[in-house]
């Protein structure tokens, strides 16, 4: 099985910065894709941004040139860099993971348990 760990989420400024971290642990045999989604209060779950195995980097168009996704193969970490923080982007943010978890097993898709980033203006 594998879990998801995130970190990072908290109170910030509007303008300012933070970073989200997301570890994947657990049997793991390959990592194919990690992300971010994000959920505000009343809204439907919408994706932030992924990243590929060969680090090809996909934004939503309100986080582009904003956040800077990352991930760490070696540490099964995803890292999701969000500056000019507005308070729009307030949401609970959640780490998505694409992953084997043994040689026979089937791609599965991975949901951390959410971290709270709220941006006051």
């Known amino acids: 099985q594998v879990h998801l760990v995130e970190s990072g989420g908290g109170l910030v400024q509007a303008g300012g910065s933070l970073r989200l971290s997301c570890a994947a642990a657990g049997t793991i045999v390959d990592i194919s894709s990690m992300g971010w989604y994000r959920q505000a209060p009343g809204k439907q779950r919408e994706l932030v941004a992924t990243i590929g195995r060969g680090d090809r980097s996909d934004y939503s168009v309100s986080v582009k040139g904003r956040f800077t996704i990352s991930r760490d193969n070696a540490k099964n970490t995803v890292f999701l860099q969000m500056s000019s923080l507005k308070p729009e982007d307030t949401a609970v943010y959640y780490c998505?993971?694409?992953?084997?978890?043994?040689?026979?097993?089937?791609?599965?898709?991975?949901w951390g348990q959410g971290t709270q980033v709220t941006v006051d203006s």
């Open positions: 998505n993971v694409v992953a084997q978890s043994t040689t026979t097993a089937p791609l599965q898709v991975y």
